[in-house]
């Protein structure tokens, strides 16, 4: 089996205020978008936010116990786009979750959660590179 994501889907609460966020804060364009959805083409593959309880019942999921934790992450081309990306995206309707600092693994990340609380990290690590295409190769 091929070793790729093709479509990452979060479920919002509303899409004005998602969009906002999406678009304000991280400047992308959306591809798609009608009443209930919209998608963002990414570097291989799509985002889409959807408004719930669609999503939800879509996958035909109930709400009972919390979801898994999980962070989505967005890398930055030196460490001062780190803070300067967490600001920007504050301002565009974000929630600071964890300011900037050195992990113990290297490099300079902080985390902030979007309108309805999906969580993104914004790293920057001096030994993976990012292409002109936006695509991040791990490095060690």
């Known amino acids: 089996m091929q070793q790729q ?3 990452i889907t979060l479920g919002v609460s509303s899409l004005h ?3 906002d966020f999406y678009v304000g804060g991280f400047g992308w364009a959306p591809i798609f978008e009608n009443e209930e959805i919209i998608f963002y083409q990414m570097n291989g593959f799509v985002l889409g936010t959807w408004l719930n309880p669609g999503l939800d019942g879509d996958m035909r999921r109930m709400s009972g116990p919390a979801h898994s934790a999980f962070a989505l992450a967005h890398n ?3 460490q001062g786009d780190v803070e300067t990306t967490i600001q920007r995206l504050i301002s565009a309707g974000g929630r600071l979750l964890r300011e900037a600092d050195e992990p113990p693994h ?3 990340r902080g985390y902030l959660s979007d309108p ?3 969580a993104w990290e914004i ?3 001096p030994t993976w590179v990012i292409d002109e295409r936006g695509l991040v190769t ?3």
Request: charged share 20%; no cysteine; glycine share 20%.
């Open 5 to 7: 994501i093709s479509v």
């Open 76 to 78: 930055v081309e030196s």
């Open 138 to 140: 791990f490095g060690v």
């Open 123 to 125: 790293a920057w690590n």
């Open 17 to 19: 205020r998602s969009r």
């Open 116 to 118: 309805d609380g999906h």
């Open 106 to 108: 290297g490099g300079f």
